[in-house]
Each structure stands twice: as C-alpha cells, then as structure tokens.
C-alpha cells in the first residue's frame, strides 16, 4: 500500500499549475511573436453539447433523431470512436477541459453549488486554454454554459482568459431554457417576456411566460462574436446547453418552442422534445458553418463536436427511448462507457482527412495542449493530456499509458483494451475487456487477478487526495 496521499487544497492547486506557468514564461511569448501575420494562425471552434449521448448522433448509429448538420462534419472531417470526456458530470468535465488534468488532479471532481448563484470556482491561478491562447494572440470567446465559478468569483470566464462570455454562469441557472437574465461578460441581460415564478437566489425557476428562448440568443451571439472576430485569430467554446433538461420543470423539463419535425410522432412530449432539442443543436451547429463559409474562414478554422458527459434521465426524457448510449453501458452519473465515452468530431478542410475515423484512446484533458500546440504555443508541463495533433494531420500519436476518472467515491481507469471500475473504495473492482465487450457485461475479475491489481496500482496513484472533493466519506 501507498503511504497517504497527498492533500490537493487551493494552496497545492496553485503551486501545481504556477509550476506550468513558470514553464511557459522561460518558454517566451515575444512581442513579436504576437505580432505575427494573424491570418497563418487556425481558428478554433469548440462546440460542447450538454448531456448528448454516444448514441444520439446519426454518425455515432442514431436512426430515429435527424442530425444531418453534424453528420455532414464528420464526413468532412475525422470521427473519433474512442473519446471520453472529463467526467460523467458537467462542472467536472469542463474543469479538466479548460486545466488539462483529469479528475485525480482537478480542482473541480464534481458538482458545488454555491450561494447565492454558482458552482465552486476554479481559482483565479489556473492556466486555462483561453489564457494560454491569448499569449498566442487570440482573442478568446465563451458562449454558453460555465459552471466553473458565478458572478463576482475569481472563476468567471472574463478572469480565466476569456476576453468575450455571454450565458449562463450557474448550471442551476442554465436548466431554465426561458431565463429572466442571462450574463454579458459581467452584466446581467434582461431577457423580454420570460417571467419566472418563484425565483430562487440561484437563478432558478420555472418560466410562467415563455417568449425568449435562450438557445436561440447564444447562438445568435456566437455568429456576431464570429463576424467580430474574422480577422483572427479567434477561439470561440460554444457550450450549449442543448439537449439537457429543465430539472426544475418534472416530465416537462426538455423545454423547446416547437417539436418541428417530431410534432406529429406518437411519442410521449418529453421524448418529442428530447429529439427536437437535438435537431435543435444540429440546426445551429449548420449556422456555425454556413458563417464561415460565408466569411471565407471555413478552410482556415478547425471545428470540434463533442459532449459534457453521457445522456440523462432528467426532464422525463428516457436515454433508452432512442439508445441514446448506443452500444454502451450507462448513462450520466455513471463512470461506465455510456456516462463517458463522447462523440468527438474534428473539421478542417485540406488538413483533417474527410471521411476518416480514428480509433485514438484519447479524453478531454487532451485539448488543452492539443489547441495550444496548433496555435504555436507550448503547453505547460505536468498537465495530464496529450497533443492529438498527431490523429488530426496524420502523424504517429503519442497513446496514454492509462485514462483516470473518479467521482463521488467511484474509479475507473482505462488501460488499453481493458477498463476497471470501483463503484466505491471498499468495493471489489471490476474488470472489462472493451475490445471483446463494449457494453461491459462480462466482469472478468475473478479470472485475471494480476491485471486487478495493476488497476487498484492505479486507483491508489492516479490521484492526489482532495478536501473539496474526497473519494472517501
């Protein structure tokens, strides 16, 4: 057995990330360097669905609801079969997007609500992509859902690299598809016409007059971000809140103005707005695209798709209604293949294959020096991810000795072909072989001991221990 493990406070956080920070000031970032033509450097757009599934899309094998927007991507583009988010819920899973750690050394390893609006905020020492692509030069754009730190916190997007935010700070807030308010970098935006009954501190509550939809607003101020910012180089994370459920709202809660294609299908409401929210996400994704050719910026900008997490429950919906996991076991919550293994869908025309696949073991922890390496820059050292620059331009990928997650007490790892799971510390682990069972039906522990332990080797060293979020109650 180990000796104990280290404690990660603020304190050790911020020595950990200023040793990244150290690195990447004794690697420069010149005046001139910034000053470079803009026009050499990639556009970035990092499209985050929220609470879609592996099996959601019909690219990834959905039949039933219609994505040909996202579809027509991944024929242009690379498809990835083998990507894992950062974790099985959404503050987690953006906090090892924006760090580059996966949840054994994030500061965020679950949901944290704080009063009175908010989640638990990363701390103001961070290095976060968008403060490692501004030293490139970029201007830098969120538009969306945060959930990484509310109003006035050293978490907010504008104190974490982000020159541009526009949407919802809270995740509470953001189940209400028809807000009062919404936030412009650190205003708040009075919505017209949505009236909120029983507004609580949070943001929260249910619409009683539903006129302005707030989908539609975010992707609205994505295009003009886009516009604003042609002359590049510019990042822009669009982290729609599409198509996770109003959880305030019962078997009502996937709000949408229309069920459109679906209105007439013999489904229950809740599954008619599940699919149209969706399609819904799929129409905006074809706005996005349709502007950058319209700006001549489409072979110059790479475009990824992907999700926060696997498909919920919430709102009425049922992820079994259209597979949403696909051939995966589970769903949000669980660390199981369905609550975290993600579509990921790279474009850019004449330097990402069209129409190619890549079955590169690879999660959310990878973007960070994956975005920093394409913009010129170095990513900080000790971080968790690895560059998949290799799997986009064709080069020979560097591969992961082992992926880590662990929340609310649950571990997995994933070690090549083989996953572990511990549903809670003093639980046997369990052991699957994903090449011969992706739906994880066959725990074969009790026959290969000496690969168990390996894992348990893993789950007691992959981590630091954390007082925010310890893995033991």
């Known amino acids: 057995m180990n000796s104990k493990p280290t404690i990660m406070n603020r304190r050790k956080y911020l020595k950990q990330v200023g040793a990244g920070a150290a690195a990447l000031a004794m690697a420069g970032c010149s005046a001139e360097k910034i000053s470079e033509e803009k026009s050499g450097k ?28 996202i579809d027509r991507m991944a024929q242009e583009g690379m498809k990835f079969t083998q990507h894992y988010a950062g974790s099985t819920v959404c503050a987690p899973s953006r906090c090892c997007l924006m760090t580059g750690y996966h949840t054994g050394h ?79 970098n650190e205003t708040r935006v ?16 249910v619409a009683t007059e539903k006129v302005t939809y707030g989908p539609d607003l975010m992707i609205k101020e994505a295009l003009q971000f886009i516009r604003d910012s042609r002359s590049g180089p510019f990042s822009l994370f669009y982290t729609t809140t599409l198509p996770h459920a109003n959880n305030e709202a019962g078997n009502e809660g996937m709000e949408i103005p229309d069920y459109g294609d679906y209105a007439g299908q013999d489904w229950p409401d809740a599954q008619k707005g599940h699919a149209a929210m969706i399609s819904r996400l799929d129409s905006d994704v074809g706005k996005i695209m349709d502007e950058l050719r319209e700006l001549s910026l489409d072979e110059n900008t790479l475009v990824l798709f992907t999700s ?34 993600v579509p ?13 696949v890549s079955e590169h073991v690879g999660a959310f922890w990878d973007m960070l020096p994956t975005l920093v390496e394409l913009a010129g820059g170095k990513a900080p050292y000790g971080i968790d991810g690895i560059s998949m620059v290799p799997s986009l331009m064709g080069g020979v990928q560097p591969e992961h000795d082992y992926l880590y997650w662990e929340f609310r007490g649950k571990q997995a790892a994933r070690k090549g072909d083989w996953k572990a799971v511990r549903l809670a510390p003093e639980q046997d682990t369990e052991l699957y072989n994903l090449a011969e069972d992706l739906a994880e039906t066959r725990n074969l522990a009790p026959d290969n001991q000496e690969k168990v332990a390996d894992f348990i080797r893993i789950f007691e060293t992959a981590r630091v221990e954390s007082e925010l979020f310890p893995l033991h109650d």
Not at 42 to 66: P, S
Not at 190 to 205: F, S, T
Not at 329 to 339: A, F, H, S, T, V
């Open 190 to 205: 009075i919505l017209d016409g949505n009236k909120v009954e029983g507004e609580r501190e949070d943001g929260a509550g």
């Open 344 to 356: 990921l869908i790279a474009r850019l025309p004449g330097r990402v294959a069209a129409g190619s």
């Open 308 to 341: 926060d997490n696997g498909p919920h429950r919430e709102g009425g919906a049922d992820p079994e209604f259209f597979h949403s996991s696909g051939p995966l076991r589970g769903i949000k919550r669980d660390l199981y293949e369905g609550g975290i293994r």
């Open 42 to 69: 990639l556009n970035f757009i990092y499209i985050l669905a929220d609470d879609l599934g592996y099996g959601d899309l019909g690219c990834y094998g959905q039949e039933t609801i219609k994505t040909p927007n």
């Open 106 to 184: 994030a500061y965020i390893r679950g949901n944290s609500e704080v009063k009175p609006m908010g989640q638990r905020p990363i701390p103001a020492g961070s290095i976060t992509i968008p403060r490692l692509l501004k030293e490139q030069g970029y201007r830098t754009g969120l538009i969306g859902k945060w959930g990484l730190g509310g109003p006035d916190s050293e978490g907010h997007p504008n104190k974490q690299g982000f020159d541009h935010f526009f949407g919802y700070l809270c995740q509470r807030h953001a189940h209400n598809y028809y807000p009062e308010f919404l936030f412009r």
